[in-house]
């Protein structure tokens, strides 16, 4: 078997067994108003730096095409607070255009 796949294998078992960790936590812990700010503070910081890696980078360089002008047509859709349905055909409407128009 490949290398490759014994990393593979042992990430999955990694990612498993931290999984199974959060069964240990106390429920006393978890409904703690703290834990709570931290935990959902913690998802936002993550998803908006997915969304940002997601969105400029391409391999190992930084390029600015349509999807900076899909996700900024996202973003204003959210601020009008349209539904999500309507966010994300927002946001593939502008990256459309925008490559049909020659940018990215």
């Given at each position: ?20 960790l ?51 047509a ?14 994300v ?16």
């Amino acid at each position: 078997m490949n290398e490759l796949w014994w990393w593979i294998l042992a990430g999955c078992a990694a990612a498993y067994g931290i999984k199974m960790l959060g069964f240990l936590v106390p429920e006393k812990l978890l409904e703690n108003e703290k834990m709570t700010r931290a935990a959902g503070a913690l998802t936002i910081g993550l998803l908006a730096s997915l969304t940002t890696v997601n969105a400029v980078a391409s391999g190992g360089s930084v390029e600015f095409d349509a999807r900076i002008g899909a996700l900024v047509a996202a973003g204003i859709a959210l601020l009008l607070r349209a539904p999500f349905l309507v966010v994300v055909i927002a946001g593939a409407a502008a990256a459309a255009l925008l490559r049909l128009l020659g940018w990215g």
